[in-house]
């Protein structure tokens, strides 16, 4: 592929692939009415993953030794605490595992037509203004509790406090669920943490250290893949590690701020696009 093309995929892979506007749904819709653009090849896609990978790993790199370490250390509550969340971690990516590998070919269909991506975009509108109205009226009745800082990349141990067996069930079923074109992964488990109850940076941050296990675990299904992978691939990589980077803070900054509305805004316009295309064309 051209290094342009590659560098342009890398940069899209890594907005959509964390801001609440689902990567597979633009995905299907560029395939079908960008012209000569068939999507990348697979040995592309599995590194342009594997980019959005480093890029979590990078983010949230204090808390990914915090929970390991964790499990190795039982005399700090600290440390508890952050083990309870690495088995929440475990617990909620069982659902999502099972709904991947058991209805992977239902899912691998619904890649063909974007018939019904604009219905899964103004879905995923609906969720994210939903979260948003919650969290304001709940945020409202308890304006005096005491809020984690927005510039803290690392989550506070609390979280696994505020997150409870059956919600990381519930959000990993979501994150399962999330893999229909038009449905954002981060939008719709950020969403469902908040509708149950969790505080909203803790939602975000939740929602992100729990798809670590679903994209590395879709990495290593597909590594055979990357034979035959050109070098002018790592580019592309290269830059969805960077630009998840920012898209993840950006998401998780939407959050603190209650302005997911903007997302939504955007999804309603693309869906009313789409449907003029689908319709027209």
């Not at 399962?176 to 488990?189: E, K, L, W, Y």
């Not at 920012?246 to 999804?267: D, H, Q």
């Amino acid at each position: 592929m051209p290094f342009l093309v590659v560098l342009i995929l890398g940069i899209v892979q890594g907005l959509t692939e964390f801001l609440p506007v689902s990567s597979s749904g633009h995905l299907v819709v560029a395939q079908h009415y960008l012209p000569g653009f068939s999507g990348p090849p697979l040995p592309f896609d599995v590194l342009l993953h594997l980019g959005t990978l480093v890029s979590l790993v990078v983010y949230f790199h204090r808390d990914i030794w915090r929970i390991i370490r964790s499990f190795f250390e039982y005399s700090s509550p600290e440390a508890g605490g952050f083990r309870r969340l690495g088995l929440l971690i475990i617990i909620g990516s069982i659902p999502t595992a099972a709904i991947g590998i058991g209805l992977e070919d239902v899912f691998e269909r619904m890649f063909v037509s974007p018939r019904m991506v604009p219905v899964m975009f103004l879905i995923t509108a609906a969720v994210l203004l939903g979260a948003e109205v919650y969290m304001r009226r709940r945020d409202g009745e308890r304006s005096g509790e005491e809020e984690i800082p927005a510039e803290d990349a690392s989550i506070d141990h609390r979280t696994a406090k505020s997150v409870g067996v059956v919600q990381a069930l519930f959000i990993g079923f979501i994150q399962g669920c999330a893999i229909v074109p038009g449905i954002s992964r981060s939008g719709s488990t950020i969403a469902a943490g908040i509708l149950t109850g969790v505080q909203r940076e803790e939602s975000a941050r939740f929602s992100f250290l729990l798809s670590i296990p679903a994209v590395f675990g879709a990495f290593l299904l597909h590594l055979d893949d990357l034979a035959g992978a050109d070098m002018s691939y790592i580019i592309g990589a290269g830059a969805a590690a960077v630009v998840g980077l920012l898209a993840i803070r950006l998401t998780i900054g939407a959050v603190v701020t209650k302005k997911l509305w903007i997302f939504s805004v955007y999804l309603i316009v693309v869906a009313i696009l789409v449907s003029a295309a689908n319709y027209f064309l």
